[in-house]
C-alpha cells in the first residue's frame, strides 16, 4: 500500500535558522505532492504542490520544496524561519488513479 | 478561504449514540472530502464523494457512512459512536480530483466519545 513517511515529529529552531522538513513515500509511479501547513486552532492549507516541471517548487511565505524522484523525496525547505511559521506541516502524495495519502505531520515550534 | 461550513464545531456524545457531522459549501466544487486528525497518524481519509449521490471509501471508513443529496452538502454519519472515533474531523472540497487540484478545507469538528 502506498505510504508517506514524515521522518521529524517535533522540530524546535530559534528564528532565522533554516529548515529543512522530510518527506519520503514509497509509490513507484507518477505522482502528484503537495505540502500542507496547519496553523494553531486553524483548518489545512496549502503550501506548494508539484505535478511535474521544474522539481524545485516554489511555495507562499518563502517555502519551498525539491523534488527528488530517485529518493522518493519532497523535502520542504526554508532559510530563515520566523515565529510565524510555528505550525503543523503535512506532506501529501496522491499516485494516479489512486487517493491523497498524507503523512503524519511535523510539528514545528520557533523559539523567538 | 473558500467557502466551507462544517456544523457542528464541537460536540460531545456517549458511546453508542448515531451522530451526523455535516459539511457545507459555497463553492460548487465536484468533490468532497471526510479526513480524521489524530497526533501520529496525521490525516486519514473517510470517504469521499465525486458528485451528488457518488460517493466511495477511504482508508478508514468502518463505522462511518456518508451521504451526498445535494453539491453543496456532505454528510458523515457515526452510526454508533465508540471513543476510537473521538477525533477532529475535517471536511475537503476541491473543484477536480485530488490529483489535479488542491483541497480546501473546512475548520474541523472536535467529536468526544465518552
Known amino acids: 500500500a502506498q505510504s508517506v513517511s514524515q521522518h521529524n515529529h517535533h522540530v524546535i529552531l530559534s528564528e532565522a535558522a533554516s529548515l529543512e522538513l522530510g518527506c519520503n513515500y514509497s509509490?513507484?509511479?507518477?505522482?502528484?505532492l503537495f505540502w500542507y501547513v496547519q496553523y494553531p486552532g486553524q483548518h489545512l492549507q496549502l503550501l506548494l504542490k508539484y505535478f511535474s516541471g521544474d522539481p524545485l517548487v516554489k511555495g507562499i511565505k518563502g517555502f519551498e520544496a525539491e523534488f527528488i524522484k530517485s529518493k522518493f523525496s519532497f523535502n520542504l525547505r526554508k532559510p530563515s524561519v520566523q515565529w510565524s511559521d510555528t505550525a503543523e506541516y503535512f506532506c501529501a502524495v496522491h499516485n494516479q488513479g489512486g487517493k491523497l495519502i498524507f503523512g503524519q505531520g511535523t510539528e514545528l515550534s520557533v523559539k523567538p | 478561504d473558500a467557502g466551507i461550513t462544517q456544523s457542528p464545531r464541537h460536540k460531545v456524545t456517549e458511546t453508542g449514540t448515531p451522530v451526523t457531522l455535516r459539511c457545507h459549501q459555497t463553492e460548487n466544487h465536484r468533490y468532497m472530502y471526510w479526513y480524521r486528525q489524530d497526533p501520529g497518524h496525521g490525516l486519514r481519509l473517510i470517504h469521499y464523494s465525486y458528485g451528488v449521490k457518488d460517493t466511495d471509501k477511504g482508508e478508514v471508513s468502518d463505522g462511518y457512512s456518508v451521504s451526498r443529496s445535494k453539491t453543496e452538502d456532505f454528510l458523515l454519519t457515526l452510526e454508533s459512536a465508540t471513543s476510537s472515533q473521538t477525533s477532529v474531523y475535517f471536511c475537503?472540497?476541491?473543484?477536480?480530483?485530488?490529483?489535479?487540484?488542491?483541497?480546501?478545507f473546512g475548520n474541523g469538528t472536535r467529536l468526544t466519545v465518552t
Open positions: 509509490y513507484g509511479g507518477t505522482v502528484n
Open positions: 475537503a472540497i476541491s473543484e477536480r480530483a485530488a490529483n489535479n487540484s488542491p483541497l480546501h
